[in-house]
């Protein structure tokens, strides 16, 4: 059992819609598999592929209202036109007993974190550019063509938020963003600071 003075560490993980986000915390769980994620809590659709409690608790909007008025979410942000939730007491449980938990939030998300418990550690994955965003948000083919314009006018909004997070990890080489998400999770993640001058060429293309 986890020593009551030894506390786990929150790691907030967020990306504009279309960076592979989902795609490399689920790789990481299987490298980290200690790791704890939190599950939120969403009033949007189930897809085919989703199994409630898996992805999300898929909730109502009334329900997801009640949750907000009794301060039960440690965060929560509307995102399109779905509302998305962090649930306060299964994040702060697990890092009682000591365990590391990851938060798959976007940037509102982690604003409302960083004012809530300003120890956690905050990671944004960018993707290697905007062609690249553009496909990977076409070749999902669960949106319309208007949608899509919308998600990638939304993602440079999002991503002009990349330096309020204490790291930036690029998503170009799948393996090698794993890796360095494994190297921030660990405390070797240093050169993956999100004030590393070679971020600046990537960031002029991304929000042009």
């Not at 009334?62 to 995102?79: H, I, K, T």
């Not at 962090?86 to 990851?102: M, Q």
């Not at 965003?133 to 938020?161: C, F, K, P």
Request: charged share 25%; net charge negative.
């Amino acid at each position: 059992m986890a020593s009551s003075t030894h506390r786990g560490r929150l790691f907030v993980i967020a990306a504009p819609s279309g960076a592979g986000k989902t795609s490399l915390v689920k790789a990481l769980l299987q490298h980290k598999p200690e790791l704890h994620v939190s599950i939120s809590y969403t009033t949007r659709k189930m897809r085919p592929t989703e199994v409630d409690g898996r992805e999300y608790h898929f909730i109502s909007v009334a329900d997801f209202q009640q949750l907000v008025d009794q301060g039960l979410l440690l965060e929560y942000a509307q995102v399109f036109d779905n509302h998305y939730g962090t649930g306060r007491r299964p994040v702060e449980t697990e890092l009682a007993r000591g365990n590391n938990v990851v938060l798959e939030i976007d940037w509102q998300g982690a604003q409302q974190v960083r004012r809530a418990l300003p120890e956690c550690v905050t990671i944004f994955i960018l993707p290697p550019s905007r062609q690249s965003l553009e496909e990977r948000l076409r070749n999902r083919r669960t949106d319309s063509e208007e949608v899509i314009a919308r998600r990638l006018r939304d993602a440079v909004g999002d991503m002009s938020h990349w330096n309020e997070f204490d790291y930036v990890v690029v998503n170009d080489d799948f393996e090698k963003a794993i890796n360095d998400l494994v190297s921030i999770i660990e405390g070797r993640g240093e050169h993956l600071s999100a004030d590393r001058p070679e971020l600046q060429g990537l960031l002029t293309d991304l929000l042009a």
